[in-house]
């Protein structure tokens, strides 16, 4: 029996070992452009490479089944460890209940309401939802965990990354400037921080040119926003399911890389591991990360962007404010408990 499996793996393995060793190569460099600017996140370096790859035709036939399995099954496999940054007694030191609903409320109503902000656009469902999972929830990450439910195509999920990218990196500039002219409340800053900014390698490059003390209360708020990752895939998977026609013929109500997520996020908040073993698997998840990241760029075609128009980049810069404040409300409202 594992002679039948293994055979054909292995023919594909030399069928597409150059295609491999490509993935590879681009994950390597991408984290060492990263390692040597830690304001770089590698995925999005990864994805940069990949656009640029593809559009001046560099990537020909042979590459696609390697690419195809980067954004497919090496995706699914780095969301599945992405569960493993969560530990649910995080949650807990928050502070107060109240505390938690606040985030929760943050992230659902920015979640909901830019999917409905998105119908005056007139934007198609797909690219609206990764909008609203990477503003809401965790930037890229939560994009990539959000793509294989999306029925998004790459050119949506390059768009989604760059304005996720784009405005994050407009945050970590303006916010200490803010800061500086304002003088707030370092910890509550931090919580305006953790609550509004969108990937989470943005919310400590912001927090730290503010202060230790937003660093704290930033990192924290944002593992609270992580935590809600979970429940809103679980949400659109159900949803989708209810709507599909195809009743008949019985499917898992949730998808396994969701399975998968959840699970590693249970072991995390188990404490079986120690802390440089779940480093290590954080250090193996932001690599397949990257490389997913490569094969979705791979498929991102300049010319096809173009057909989306400026609707999307409208809809980012509308939806940034109205994160920022939403937020802000939560803020006030966490400084009255």
């Given at each position: 029996m594992y002679q039948l499996f293994l055979s054909p793996l292995v023919k594909w393995v030399r069928e597409n070992i150059y295609g491999l060793f490509l993935i590879g190569s681009v994950g390597v460099i991408a984290e060492t452009i990263s390692n040597l600017n830690d304001r770089i996140a590698s995925p999005v370096i990864a994805l940069v490479i990949g656009v640029l790859l593809a559009n001046f035709g560099v990537l020909r036939s042979w590459s696609k089944p390697s690419l195809d399995l980067a954004s497919g099954?090496?995706?699914?496999?780095?969301?599945?460890?992405?569960?493993?940054?969560?530990?649910?007694?995080e949650i807990t030191e928050i502070g107060s209940s109240t505390g938690v609903l606040i985030v929760v409320a943050v992230v659902v109503i920015v979640f909901f309401g830019i999917q409905k902000i998105s119908t005056i656009f007139s934007l198609n469902k797909p690219l609206a939802l990764l909008i609203a999972s990477g503003y809401s929830i965790c930037g890229l990450s939560a994009i990539a965990a959000m793509k294989p439910l999306s029925q998004a195509d790459e050119e949506e999920t390059g768009y989604a990354v760059g304005l996720v990218t784009l405005f994050g990196s407009i945050a970590v500039l303006v916010f200490p400037i803010v800061q500086a002219i304002f003088d707030f409340d370092e910890s509550l800053f931090g919580w305006w921080i953790g609550l509004s900014v969108h990937d989470t390698g943005q919310v400590v490059a912001t927090a730290s040119a503010v202060g230790e003390d937003a660093l704290d209360s930033a990192v924290l708020v944002k593992m609270c926003r992580i935590l809600m990752l979970a429940p809103l895939l679980m949400f659109v998977s159900f949803k989708q399911k209810k709507q599909s026609k195809n009743s008949q013929k019985w499917k898992l109500p949730i998808p396994i890389f969701i399975l998968g997520f959840i699970a590693a996020a249970t072991i995390r908040s188990s404490s079986v591991f120690s802390e440089s073993f779940i480093a290590t698997i954080g250090d193996i998840r932001n690599f397949l990360i990257t490389m997913a990241m490569f094969g979705l760029g791979a498929g991102i075609r300049l010319s096809a962007l173009k057909n989306l128009g400026r609707q999307p980049l409208v809809l980012g810069f509308v939806s940034w404010i109205a994160v920022l404040i939403i937020a802000?409300?939560?803020?006030?409202?966490q400084n009255q408990i």
């Open positions: 099954h090496i995706l699914k496999i780095g969301i599945c460890l992405l569960g493993f940054r969560l530990a649910f007694s802000g409300a939560g803020v006030l409202i």
